[in-house]
């Protein structure tokens, strides 16, 4: 097996300089760290020289006027009090953690019953010839719900398949590759990456103050991410076979030329086809038993995921202008344990039926299992969680979002240009710094307040930047799983490098970008819902003189 770390010291131009500069930036962990560091500093500053802003909404009773926020420096007494007293209140109370930690221990057992393989194994192989090239892709772009398992299983077994039907399977690597990595944020509905931003985005609102009422909805980008989905599937489509398989050439090594007999990573399932038909059989049994449960927690009587008094004034008349989104709250809320559940079941259902979980021990050591993988996001979780609370503490988030709307509002731009710009720098910063959640916590609390006081909706702001935070994944040679894929190629074409790797993904990056550019942008103009009770446009719930 060629050594992917070597290969890739040989590469140059923008991308070696990418790759040399971003292997001299530190573990996210520190980057927050180093911040927080630089945080304090400039509170301190802030706060000697009087920095300030007008609240947008609230107002000062003593004035009338609107309420003056002032920098506060993190040194004064009362927040290095606040650090050491709540830092355990601080760590446990960060919105992402419990949505995270909870679907992850469902997803857990999904991925180690074999469930999450043998689904995506299944679909894949029974595509037609004519139709690998779309199912590979759609499937790759459902399969981030199963986390490493699309990368583990999906893009090996893809050049299996693409080399059985005497295609190139360089093709097949990459059509697999864009889907689950490219198209991260597509899928046809929410999981876990959206408990994950959601989180995020709901911290960062929280901070800034603008909306005391907001929750977090991880059905909020539902709509969106659809699109995403069928948007990005001609598109990968296309590159495959018109872009990337042409350029390859015709593949005359045979269906198993590269690959060792006795490696069976490319195809990792572990038992047959009979165990695992019966074992997905029993896994839709049981997410039809999810569904069915949360159906009749909305229908029967009683429904307890419907707030039927939502719309009921005091003196029990109807709100007139009340939303039937209003009423399902509790429903949009209930779906992080919904997900939870779902995986779970499907998960213990396909394990028992075919045979890789024996009995409840086996399913707790699972579960248990998920939660040793979430070691680093914990410890990245910490960091994340300190430095957006200290920049609540500082006020320099909300400042600095207020300043920044003012200065984008002079220049004019239209908002859905804003948008646009958004996806591209997020793109840009993909290119250093990979982990989706510590970007998103880098940016999301100037970006989602910023947002707000343009009228663009935390939701929209969101979507703008998982839009840019896949797109370049695949070009980067930072990404975690690039080296892995880049072994993957190198069992059908030995001297296949990393730029060789880059060069075949970087027309599926821009076009995932572009489009994924114009989708949002046409979306803002639209107005088009987000997800269920998710607009994109925002207004502030009031307005200071």
């Known amino acids: ?6 290969t890739g010291s040989k590469q140059t131009g923008i991308l070696g300089w990418v790759e040399r500069t971003g292997n001299k930036l530190p573990d996210p962990v520190f980057i927050f760290f180093y ?5 304090v500093v400039v509170s301190v500053i802030a706060g000697l020289t009087g920095v300030s802003a007008l ?3 609230a107002v000062d009773e003593s004035t009338g006027g609107a309420l003056v926020i002032e920098a506060v420096s993190l040194l004064s007494p009362e927040n290095i009090q606040r650090l050491w007293v709540e830092m355990p209140a601080t760590f446990t109370h960060f919105h992402p953690l419990g949505y995270v930690l909870v679907v992850m221990l469902g997803a857990g057992v999904a991925e180690r019953s074999g469930f999450f393989a043998a689904g995506m194994s299944k679909a894949v192989k ?18 981030n719900h199963a986390a490493d398992a699309g990368y583990v299983v999906l893009i090996p077994l893809a050049g299996i398949l693409f080399a059985a039907a005497g295609r190139h399977p360089l093709a097949g690597i990459a059509a697999a590759f864009a889907g689950v990595s490219g198209g991260f944020s597509a899928n046809i509905s929410p999981g876990q990456l959206d408990a994950l931003l959601f989180g995020i985005t709901e911290e960062a609102v929280g901070a800034s103050a603008l909306a005391p009422a907001w929750t977090a ?6 709509y969106f991410i659809s699109a995403m989905t069928f948007v990005f599937l001609p598109i990968i489509w296309y590159v495959t076979d018109n872009v990337i398989e042409p350029r390859l050439g015709p593949w005359k090594g045979g269906a198993t030329a590269g690959v060792d007999a006795t490696d069976t990573s490319p195809d990792p399932t572990e038992h047959d086809d009979a165990a695992a038909s019966k074992g997905l059989r029993a896994a839709g049994l049981a997410a039809l038993g ?10 029967a009587p009683g429904t307890p995921l419907v707030n039927e008094a939502a719309c009921i004034a005091e003196d029990g008349s109807a709100i007139a202008d009340c939303s039937i989104h209003t009423e399902l709250a509790p429903l949009y809320q209930s779906l992080v344990a919904a997900f939870f559940l779902l995986f779970l079941l499907t998960g213990w259902a396909y394990g028992r039926a075919a045979g890789t979980i024996k009995d409840h021990r086996d399913l ?5 299992e998920s939660m040793k993988d979430m070691g680093y996001y914990l410890v990245l979780a910490f960091a994340a969680a300190h430095f957006v609370a200290m920049f609540g503490w500082s006020n320099l988030g909300l400042i600095t979002a207020v300043h920044g709307a003012a200065g984008i509002e002079s220049t004019g731009l239209p908002l859905p240009l804003v948008l646009g710009l958004m996806v591209l720098f997020a793109a840009l ?7 989706a959640s510590a970007k998103w916590a880098l940016l999301a609390p100037i970006l989602v307040p910023m947002l707000m006081l343009l009228g663009i909706s935390p939701e929209g702001a969101t979507a703008a930047y998982r839009v840019g935070d896949s797109a370049t994944n695949i070009i980067t040679p930072l990404m975690v799983y690039f080296p892995l894929i880049l072994v993957f190629a190198q069992r059908w074409q030995k001297d296949f490098g990393l730029g060789s790797l880059t060069a075949m993904m970087l027309p599926y990056s821009v076009w995932l970008l572009i489009s994924g550019t114009v989708l949002i942008v046409v979306w803002f103009y639209l107005g088009i819902p987000l997800g269920p009770d998710a607009p994109v446009g925002y207004a502030l719930p009031g307005n200071a003189g």
């Open 429 to 435: 910063l993909n290119l250093f710094v990979g982990s």
């Open 1 to 6: 097996m060629a050594d992917a770390t070597a």
């Open 217 to 222: 909805n991880i059905a909020g980008n539902w």
């Open 35 to 39: 911040l927080i560091i630089a945080l």
């Open 126 to 143: 029974a595509a037609p010839t004519s139709l690998l090239t779309p199912v590979v892709a759609l499937v790759a772009m459902l399969g």
């Open 55 to 57: 609240h947008p909404t």
């Open 290 to 299: 999810v569904v069915a449960l949360w159906l009749i927690m909305v229908f």
């Open 364 to 368: 707790v050591n699972m579960m248990a």
